[in-house]
């Protein structure tokens, strides 16, 4: 079984500092890993995914993750945040060999950006 | 592509009523799932279906929900009486059942019991 844990559960930032929200996950076999952002009042939108290959992947809106895979970990960073990135944010995972899963997904991370 | 379509947006109903929540995933995508938000316990997956078939309905809270998928274009999510508790944001998402499954949600549908 596959499990997912975001580190801060809130994480205030001033607008235009740096950002990394934290991810861990625990299984005994491959993954996917995807996060989401879910803006206020709408769904969860696919920000991006890493399916294998270069371990830093770069998303919509500026944001990147990077995948390790000794720490089992899967960061998302963006190095200048806007107001208008406040959401909240998902990371999730999803064992490769097994078509026909669900994602599993983290409980969520709010990130709230002042100015 | 229209994206996943859900209906109604916004329902208030009383409590003892019936609800029927509905979905229309991406066409192609042949996985379907059934979430529920709130702030209490967050992001819930409540039921998902492969190829129209129930896979997993380990998260639906009790007997009073079911779900149906009749065909590869349409699903609902129905409550059975309501109850306040069951006030939350039910979102549909659709994905392949192969490849690396990213899910795609709709808007949601706000669920408010009085």
């Known amino acids: 079984a596959q499990s997912v844990t975001q580190l801060d559960s809130q994480v205030p930032v001033f607008e235009e500092a740096p950002v990394e929200l934290r991810c861990n996950y625990s299984?005994?076999?491959?993954?996917?890993l995807f996060w989401y952002v879910q803006y206020p009042n709408q769904g969860l939108q696919l920000l991006l995914k890493?399916?294998?290959?270069?371990?830093l992947v770069k998303g919509i809106n500026g944001f990147e993750a990077e995948f390790n895979k000794s720490q089992t970990s899967f960061h998302l960073r963006k190095p200048s945040v806007h107001i208008s990135d406040t959401a909240e944010y998902f990371c999730?995972?999803?064992?490769?060999?097994?078509?026909?899963?669900?994602?599993?997904f983290g409980k969520g991370t709010t990130l709230s950006v002042s100015s | 592509d229209a994206g996943v379509i859900q209906s109604p947006r916004h329902e208030v109903t009383e409590m003892g009523q019936e609800v029927t929540l509905r979905c229309k995933p991406i066409?192609?995508?042949?996985?379907l799932f059934w979430y529920r938000q709130t702030m209490m316990r967050g992001l819930e997956l409540l039921i998902y279906?492969?190829?129209?078939?129930?896979?997993?309905d380990s998260g639906m809270p009790e007997d009073r929900f079911s779900a149906k998928m009749p065909n590869a274009s349409f699903s609902t999510l129905k409550i059975q009486p309501s109850e306040p508790r069951d006030s939350a944001v039910y979102f549909c998402?659709?994905?392949?059942?192969?490849?690396?499954?990213?899910?795609?949600f709709g808007p949601g549908t706000r669920l408010t019991v009085t």
């Open positions: 998402a659709s994905s392949s059942s192969g490849g690396t499954r990213e899910q795609y």
């Open positions: 299984s005994s076999v491959s993954v996917y």
């Open positions: 890493y399916l294998s290959g270069s371990t």
């Open positions: 999730a995972v999803t064992p490769i060999n097994q078509a026909g899963t669900a994602l599993i």
């Open positions: 066409s192609g995508h042949n996985s």
């Open positions: 279906f492969n190829n129209n078939v129930p896979i997993d």
